[in-house]
């Protein structure tokens, strides 16, 4: 199948063509398909994963001149930022973007799928310096899929992420759990006792109708025993250590911050 295919190469270059979705994106898209929840599935209005498959595909758009120069400046400065600290393995990370206008605006959330960062207009109505936020957070989900030995390193070494369950189908379902293309379909702790999640309220309309909870595990028989709405108390403030990598290094970086400890492994 030919789509729409929007890309920034690694020399810089703004190029949108028409290719096709590269093969890493397309087997993320169906693999994040394939998680999602009846839940999931009503927050993009759609009655089964093919649906959501033909919407995103339909969603997909051109990359209009002036956002593709917008999007060449925003990378252009997050590389400089990134030169700047000495992370070599985050500068090897080719950009490549695909330009959605999805069917809800309270879905338009910058997200990746396998080599690829997804956008949406509320991308292209940030601030210079937010942008360039964004795109290092994203890239950062990219390298993440790209070298998950090394991003797994830092996960252990710099937030203190030791353990780790099997998230079934049947324990989403049960847990109200948003499925989020960014993460892997693994549950994290610290203390292997509190795994945080993002927990869909009642009835979501969209992506954003999600509050951060935590699911306390029994250690006996390892199925969840107990969810606390107040995941601050167990020392969370992010759904999942990739989500917490990409939102402390992305602020570190944008602020100058960034422990020398830190860059090497980046
Ligand atoms: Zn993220």
Not at 134 to 139: P, S
Not at 224 to 253: C, F, I, K, T
């Amino acid at each position: 199948m030919r789509l729409d295919y929007n890309y920034v190469t690694p020399n810089k270059n703004c190029v949108h063509n028409n290719a096709a979705l590269s093969a890493s994106c397309w087997r993320e898209l169906e693999q994040y398909a394939a998680r999602m929840t009846h839940l999931d599935l009503s927050v993009h209005s759609c009655p089964s994963r093919s649906a959501f498959l033909a919407q995103f595909l339909a969603s997909i758009t051109p990359l209009p001149s002036e956002e593709a120069t917008i999007l060449h400046a925003a990378a252009i400065a997050a590389d400089g930022v990134l030169l700047k600290h000495g992370c070599r393995l985050l500068l090897r990370v080719p950009w490549k973007f695909v330009r959605i206008a999805p069917a809800q605006a309270a879905n338009d959330l910058p997200h990746t799928l396998g080599d690829s960062i997804v956008l949406g207009p509320s991308f292209f109505a940030q601030a210079p310096q937010a942008q360039l936020v964004t795109l290092i957070h994203e890239k950062i989900h990219v390298f993440q899929k790209l070298l998950p030995a090394q991003a797994g390193l830092f996960i252990a070494s710099v937030l203190g992420y030791y353990h780790s369950a099997p998230c079934p189908g049947g324990l989403r379902q049960v847990l109200r759990m948003r499925c989020n293309p960014d993460l892997d379909s693994r549950l994290y702790s610290r203390d292997g006792l509190w795994f945080p999640f993002e927990q869909y309220h009642v009835r979501p309309h969209s992506l954003r109708d999600a509050s951060l909870a935590c699911v306390r595990m029994c250690q006996g028989c390892g199925s969840p025993a107990e969810v606390s709405p107040r995941a601050a108390d167990h020392g969370y403030r992010y759904e999942h250590p990739l989500e917490e990598m990409a939102y402390v290094v992305s602020g570190q970086l944008a602020t100058g911050t960034l422990p020398p400890s830190s860059a090497q492994l980046l």
